[in-house]
Every structure is written in structure tokens, then in C-alpha cells.
């Protein structure tokens, strides 16, 4: 599955942006898509997952109830809504896809990066003040 993530940008503080992941050369529609961002001289950290089923959602604290995550399947893409962005929400974003007809549902799982095979290059947001 090749991943390719688009729609970062310079945005100011209390702005919004869309991100988008496209998937391509596999199965789209079963598998459950993520989001990771890595700030600059941090670690790579866990945004925000949707399952295949679409039905459930998880987010990081630090970005519930003003990041977005969904997913067409028609279109094998994903979004990621910023809302209300914080200087501290400026990193790359990445996006990642879990393997075939799994589930997520535990945090001590969809945190850990390593659950996941498949990654797009990143795109980045730039949050100014």
C-alpha cells in the first residue's frame, strides 16, 4: 500500500487546514488509517486513528475536539480536519495504514507506531503566530 499525504501548509493560529491521504497499490477499505505528526527535535507522536468500519475514532488528547478524522472509501482517502490550530500543532504529519481487517481499539495499540506497516513521506503544517 503506497500512502501519499497532501494539504499542509503555513496557516495561523485559530486557523484550520485539511489534510488528505490517498492510498493506492492495495486494499483500502479494510484497513484502519492513522495519523502521526513529529515536531521539530521531538518524537513522532499518535494524532488520530479511524478503523476500516469508519464507525469509531480516536484522538489524542492534546488534539480532541479540534482535529477531525474520516474517510471515504470510494475514494481510498483519509482527512484529517484541523480546527482551531495551536503553534505547538506545527510538525510533519504522516499517515499510516494498519494491516489488513484489524480493528483498533486499545490506546496501548494504535499509540504504538510499530503496529503499523505502511507510512506515507508527510506533510507539513506550519502553525504562525
Known amino acids: 500500500v503506497q500512502l501519499q499525504a497532501s494539504g499542509g501548509g503555513l496557516v495561523q493560529a485559530g486557523g484550520s487546514l485539511r489534510l488528505s491521504c490517498a492510498a493506492s497499490g492495495g486494499t483500502f477499505s479494510n484497513r484502519g488509517i492513522g495519523w502521526f505528526r513529529q515536531a521539530p527535535g521531538q518524537e513522532r507522536e499518535f494524532v488520530a486513528i479511524?478503523?476500516?468500519?469508519?464507525?469509531?475514532?480516536y484522538y489524542a488528547n492534546s488534539v480532541k475536539g479540534r482535529f477531525t478524522i474520516s474517510r471515504d472509501n470510494a475514494k481510498n482517502t483519509v482527512f484529517l480536519q484541523l480546527n482551531t490550530v495551536k503553534l505547538e500543532d506545527t510538525a510533519v504529519y504522516y499517515c499510516?495504514?494498519?494491516?489488513?481487517?484489524?480493528?483498533?481499539?486499545?490506546?496501548?495499540?494504535?499509540?504504538?507506531?510499530?503496529?503499523?506497516?505502511?507510512w506515507g513521506q508527510g506533510t507539513l503544517v506550519t502553525v504562525s503566530s
Open positions: 479511524i478503523n476500516w468500519s469508519g464507525d469509531s475514532t
Open positions: 499510516t495504514a494498519g494491516p489488513p481487517n484489524t480493528y483498533y481499539t486499545s490506546s496501548s495499540t494504535y499509540n504504538d507506531q510499530r503496529v503499523y506497516p505502511y
